[in-house]
C-alpha cells in the first residue's frame, strides 16, 4: 500500500511541503504523484465569480440604517432568528439601552491614550479595555477596566476604577493598574491610592506598589517615575513566566501554542516592544525553554 | 483622544472589516450554498448582525463570528429545504492563469475538476477551495471553522483523494 493510502493526511502534508525528501521523491516521481501534480496546477484555472465589494457594503450600511429607524420594532423580530445570533443580540441591546456606557478599547500591539470628561488622562495598553457612563459622570467618576492603564487623574471628587479583583480609589493622582487573569497589581507613582476588595484594604503611597495573585498579596517598591511600558518596554519583577508570556500576547499579538510546557519559573527583567524575536529571546535564555518562532503566522510555539 | 480605534462600532473599522472578510465570507458561502446571489444575501445579514453585536465581538474574533452566523443561516435554510442538493449548480468560473507550466490539458482538467468539486461532500468541499482559491491555511481555516488542524489536514487529504477518483472516471 502507497503512503497516500494508508496516511490520512499525506496529501495535506504534501501541498504544505511538508513531506520529507525522500517521501517526496518517491510520490512526486510515481504516476499518482504526477496526476496529483497536474490536478492541482489545473485547480490555479478555477475561481468565483468577480464580486463587488462597494456596493454590498453600501447595501449593508442602508440595511443597518433601516433598523436604526425602526427599533421599536426590532427586538420581537429577533426572537425569530438563529439562537447563536439571538443570544449575541440581545446581549449587545441590554448593554446599549440599559448602561449606555462608553467603551474604549485597545487591541493586541495597541496603545491608546483616553481624555476622561473633566481632563482626567488614561493610556491604555495592549488588549485592555475601559467603560464609563458619561451621563452620570458628574455624580460618580468610575471607570471599569480589563486589562492595563495608566492613569492620571486630575483633582476632584473621589475616583474608582472597578477591577474583576478589587476597586481602587484615589482623589487626584497618577497610577497603573494591571488586571489581567488572576492578577491585579498596582503602582502607584503621586498621590495615594486605596485598593478595596474582599480581603484588602491597602494604602499605597507614591513609590510604592502591590501585586495580588490569588489570595497572595506582595508589595514592592516602584523603580521608575512612570510604567515602563509607556516607554515601549515590558518590565517584570519576580513575575510567575505565564504572566511574561501573557504580555507577549498581548504586546505582539502573538498566537501561542503548547503553553503547558511552559517551566514553572519566575522571571526578572524587561523586553522591548520593538522586536518580538529580542523580545522571546530576552525572555527564554535564561531558563534556556526551546521555542520556535514562525514570524509570518506570528506563532510561538514551545518545545 | 485618538480616532485609530481596534472596535467595530467605529464605522471606519467596520468598513475596513467589510472590505477584508467580505469576500471571504461571500466565497465560503457560495461554496455551501452553490449560488452566489444567496451566499451574498447571507454576507449583508451576517455582517448586520456583527454591526449589531460589535460591542461584544472584538476584531479577532470578527473571522469566526461571521462564519458561524453564515454557517447557521444556511442550517436554518436546509431546515426549511430550501437550499436542495444539485451538484450541477456550483458556481466556479475559469481564471486566466500566468503560469507557463499550465497547458490547454491542464485547462481541459480544469473543467472536469469544476464537475468533481461540485461532487464533495460539503466540509471537503469548503476545505478545499478556501485553502486552493482563497489562499487560507489550514490554521486560518481551523479558527474560521473553530475545529482542530488535524481535522483540516484529514479533510483536504480525503478531498483530493476523491477529487482523483472522479477525475479519473470522468
Not at chain 1, 172 to 188: A, D, V, Y
Not at chain 2, 102 to 114: A, D, G, N, P, Q
Amino acid at each position: 500500500m502507497k503512503p497516500w493510502e494508508q496516511d490520512d493526511t499525506f496529501l495535506s502534508r504534501w501541498l504544505n511541503n511538508e513531506l520529507s525528501e525522500k517521501e517526496l521523491r518517491e510520490f512526486e516521481s510515481s504516476e499518482e504523484g504526477k496526476a496529483y501534480i497536474d490536478m492541482m496546477l489545473a485547480s490555479k484555472g478555477i475561481g468565483t465569480p468577480t464580486y463587488d465589494v462597494e456596493k454590498a457594503l453600501s447595501q449593508v450600511k442602508s440595511k443597518i440604517g433601516e433598523k436604526k429607524a425602526g427599533k421599536q420594532r426590532f427586538l420581537p423580530r429577533a426572537v425569530t432568528m438563529t439562537v447563536a445570533a439571538t443570544v449575541t443580540l440581545l446581549a449587545a441591546f441590554a448593554v446599549y439601552w440599559f448602561t449606555k456606557d462608553t467603551v474604549i478599547s485597545t487591541g493586541f500591539g495597541e496603545q491608546q491614550l483616553v481624555t476622561l470628561p473633566g481632563g482626567s488622562k488614561v493610556t491604555l495598553h495592549a488588549n485592555s479595555s475601559i467603560s464609563y457612563d458619561e451621563d452620570d459622570w458628574s455624580q460618580s467618576r468610575t471607570v471599569e477596566l480589563e486589562g492595563e492603564a495608566y492613569f492620571d487623574v486630575s483633582e476632584g471628587s473621589l475616583f474608582s476604577v472597578n477591577t474583576a479583583v478589587g476597586t481602587i480609589e484615589v482623589l487626584g493622582t497618577s497610577f497603573n493598574i494591571k488586571s489581567r487573569l488572576e492578577l491585579l497589581q498596582i503602582s502607584c507613582y503621586q498621590g495615594s491610592v486605596k485598593l478595596l476588595n474582599r480581603l484588602n484594604e491597602v494604602i499605597l503611597e507614591a513609590g510604592e506598589g502591590v501585586s495580588i495573585r490569588l489570595s497572595e498579596t506582595t508589595l514592592f517598591d516602584l523603580s521608575h517615575e512612570t510604567p515602563s511600558w509607556l516607554q515601549g518596554v515590558s518590565s517584570f519583577n519576580e513575575a510567575p513566566l505565564d504572566e511574561v508570556v501573557q504580555e507577549l500576547e498581548v504586546v505582539f499579538g502573538m498566537r501561542i501554542e503548547n503553553i503547558n510546557r511552559l517551566p514553572k519559573e519566575e522571571y526578572t527583567g524587561s523586553f522591548p516592544h520593538s522586536s518580538a524575536e529580542n523580545a522571546l529571546r530576552l525572555v527564554f535564555e535564561p531558563f534556556g525553554v526551546d521555542y520556535e518562532y514562525n514570524e509570518s503566522r506570528n506563532t510561538l510555539i514551545l518545545k | 483622544m485618538t480616532q485609530e480605534s481596534n472596535d467595530i462600532c467605529q464605522e471606519k473599522t467596520f468598513e475596513a472589516v467589510f472590505r477584508s472578510l467580505a469576500p471571504v465570507l461571500r466565497n465560503f458561502l457560495l461554496y455551501k450554498f452553490r449560488d452566489a446571489t444567496r451566499a451574498e444575501d447571507i454576507v449583508q445579514e451576517a455582517f448586520v448582525v456583527l454591526w449589531e453585536a460589535c460591542k461584544k465581538v472584538s476584531i479577532e474574533k470578527a473571522k469566526s463570528f461571521l462564519f458561524k452566523v453564515g454557517q447557521n443561516k444556511f442550517l436554518k435554510l436546509l431546515d426549511k429545504d430550501i437550499v436542495k442538493e444539485k451538484y450541477d449548480d456550483l458556481t466556479l468560473v475559469n481564471v486566466e492563469v500566468e503560469d507557463p507550466a499550465f497547458t490547454l490539458e491542464h485547462r481541459e482538467l480544469s473543467e472536469k475538476l469544476k464537475q468533481a468539486i461540485a461532487q464533495l461532500p460539503e466540509g471537503q468541499r469548503e476545505v478545499f477551495l478556501l485553502h486552493r482559491i482563497d489562499g487560507m491555511s489550514y490554521k486560518e481555516i481551523a479558527d474560521s471553522l473553530e475545529v482542530s488542524v488535524k481535522a483540516i489536514e484529514k479533510r483536504m487529504h480525503k478531498a483530493l483523494l476523491k477529487l482523483r477518483m472522479i477525475c479519473k472516471s470522468l
